[in-house]
């Protein structure tokens, strides 16, 4: 199946392996071009990594030089990372402060992201924003019929994850109204349930962890979620080890790696040790070979 370019990881399967130098450069295109002046503005600098379609995993991020254990992959300044405290320190700060019940670290940034994304050119965030996919392979996203085709233990995990999305959003809806003064369209042109399905899977599929401080305006649930524009490109490989974490002296989310890559190879992190199911389920494609596969076994089967 050929994906679009634009699906990013989300629109690929794992095939044969190929030749690393079958990949396109994609640097010279205008929305990656936008993207890395945006964020030398921002403090980013880097010309250790450049973006490519790579016929087995779509779109990714290659070297352009050797690259030995402990070294650097990348290092993206805060300034660039999109948390809860960027959410709060926009025009969305007062209203979460005053909602009450606190909304939820992931409702604030799903409602960031809808509504940048709808800002268009008006946006700070533009040049990420048009990067970003503009729509996903998990399976809150496949019809009713789709779904049916899965295995029975998939099948209802995918179907329990509707209904979670789905209610994410029913029980935001009260909060999205509150933003009427910004938006006066908000509820049905601006923060519909398509473009919040949209920002829910941007998250759910994009982020690094980054533990934030808890705070009184946001609710009980793990202030963990970060988005790292250009990072986010990076694909996932299970055998791959990184060291990667936020550094609080550099202040800038820090990614080494402990195997060396050759000049032009595409380079990978690991998102977990997850099965296909879960990688499924939360990223929207699967791994051949999968060193933590398993089998999940249906009660009637048994």
């Known amino acids: 199946m050929k ?11 794992r095939k044969k392996k190929v030749l690393e130098t079958s990949a396109v450069n994609l640097s010279h295109e205008g929305q990656y071009i936008q993207l890395r002046k945006w964020m030398k503005e921002r403090g980013f600098h880097d010309k250790r990594l450049r973006p490519g379609l790579f016929p087995d995993t779509g779109r990714g991020l290659m070297t352009t030089e050797l690259l030995q254990p402990g070294e650097l992959i990348i290092s993206l300044p805060e300034s660039c990372l999109l948390t809860t405290s960027t959410v709060l320190s926009s025009y969305l700060g007062e209203y979460i402060h005053r909602w009450r019940p606190p909304v939820s670290p992931l409702l604030a940034l799903c409602t960031f992201l809808v509504l940048e994304r709808w800002a268009g050119d008006k946006s700070p965030w533009k040049a990420y924003m048009d990067v970003l996919p503009a729509a996903y392979d998990c399976p809150v996203y496949w019809g009713a019929k789709t779904v049916e085709y899965l295995p029975d233990p998939v099948k209802q995990k995918a179907s329990e ?12 809806l009260p909060f999205f109204q509150s933003l009427s003064p910004l938006f006066p369209e908000v509820l049905e042109k601006v ?5 919040v399905r949209w920002a829910w899977c941007t998250v759910n599929t994009r982020t690094v962890y980054m533990k934030r401080p808890r705070r009184e305006c946001f609710s009980a649930e793990p202030d963990v979620y ?31 790696t402990v195997v060396p890559y050759k000049k032009h190879q ?3 992190i690991c ?13 929207g494609f699967i791994a051949d070979n999968n ?12």
């Open 161 to 172: 994850q509707r209904s979670v999305l789905q209610d994410f959003y029913s029980s935001a």
């Open 191 to 195: 923060l519909s349930y398509e473009a």
């Open 291 to 302: 060193p933590h596969q398993s089998v999940y076994v249906t009660r009637d089967a048994i």
């Open 226 to 256: 970060a988005l790292a524009p250009y990072l986010d490109l990076l694909n996932h490989n299970a055998a791959v080890q990184v060291e990667a974490a936020f550094n609080e002296k550099t202040r800038c989310y820090e990614i080494r």
């Open 266 to 268: 595409q380079v990978f």
């Open 3 to 13: 994906m679009n370019p634009k699906r990013g990881r989300s629109g690929r399967r």
């Open 271 to 283: 998102y977990g040790h997850h099965d296909n199911q879960r990688l499924l389920l939360e990223y």
